[in-house]
């Protein structure tokens, strides 16, 4: 272990395995270590027995749940949206040889005490329920706007320079009344709370084009998709690309204690009695805590049912989003299941996670609006965590940090992050410029 190497990267969560994968095919010389003896840190997946274990202790879990290794239960789940960023990231590196995903069924809105499908286009804005018929033809306009806006060409954006016009702005333009713009903005543009309605409204339509191509690409019920056997194939597929293009990986490594110089820059890392030097460090929160902040905290229900959410056409695989304004909450409440039908439970069980951003210290009165839509239950496990973001000026001390993982169940701030800290770390930005019909193949 006694070498030097250009980055060490501590924890093996999803970011740090996926920068550990495209720093090693930049060439870089990478060493990644984990105080753990399984991958994912907190995005790991658990079979049955595992989950008893962190949630109740020395108990057993019932027989009638049928044999533990055939749960996969990701502690932090999130659907992939099929044209978005991560996905551009599997392709440039060629990750998908690794991995097999299947669509998601559905996507679903909670609106007025219902939950309804998100329609995503000018022809589903015409027979959603969502909508009375005058406020569908606003609807349908707006849809028809977003679909042909195309930034470099002038003529489609209606006399409207997006990067000054606000999303509020945007929406009076077309009439649109608050339940429509409370769907839009939280359903298919994925914002997590209202703020985004005062700023400029490119970044809105930007997000709405993408639910829109990511549905399109599947002609499925949903824009998500998921891998066969949950989000624990993910990092160690990264983990896999680092390897072929050089990386060392070594788990199980106690006390991983980050060494630095007089003047504050990080030097390397001493475990076990033998300490390996580096130029850069990445690393989760938990290896630095006298370099982060206490941003927020998740609350979260983790539940195994016999059936499928009611009132999602029957859908094996599903999101339902919350947005804020329904419940009277701050941010938006998050729902995910997941079945047999992606290998995370045998047949006959489902998945189910309720999450948000936590207001109070009591998750299960909290979730309570989530886990109304849940119906019955076999089993239900409750958890908070706290999320951090670094506070460090990387330049200073050469040290990357990655941010908590949201209450959000969809990838995609997780994955902004993750090209941020790349940019931080190279001084470059990664160029996706590639062939997406490249990944069909890997992804029929």
Known sequence: MDEEYDVIVLGTGL????????????GLKVLHMDRNDYYGGESTSLNLIQLWKKFRGDDKPPPHLGSSKDYNIDMNPKFIMANGTLVRVLIHTDVTKYLYFKAVDGSFVFNKAKVHKVPSNDMEALKSPLMGIFEKRRARKFFIYVQDYNESDPKTHDGMDLTRVTTKELIAKFGLDDNTVDFIGHALALHRDDRYL??????????????????ARFQGGSPYIYPLYGLGELPQAFARLSAVYGGTYMLNKPECKVEFDDQGKVIGVTSEGETAKCKKLVCDPSY???KVRKVGKVARAIAIMSHPIPNTNDSQSVQVILPQKQLGRKSDMYLFCCSYSHNVCPKGKFIAFVSTEAETDQPAIELKPGIDLLGPVDEIFFDMYDRFEPVNEPTLDNCFISTSYDATTHFESTVLDVLNMYTLITGKVLDLTVDLSAASAAEE
Do not use: F, H, I
């Open 198 to 215: 005062n700023e400029p409204a490119l970044d809105t339509v930007k997000r709405m084009k993408l639910y829109a191509e990511s549905l």
């Open 288 to 290: 630095l805590t006298n």
């Open 15 to 26: 970011k740090e395995c996926v920068l550990s994968g495209l720093l090693s095919v930049d």
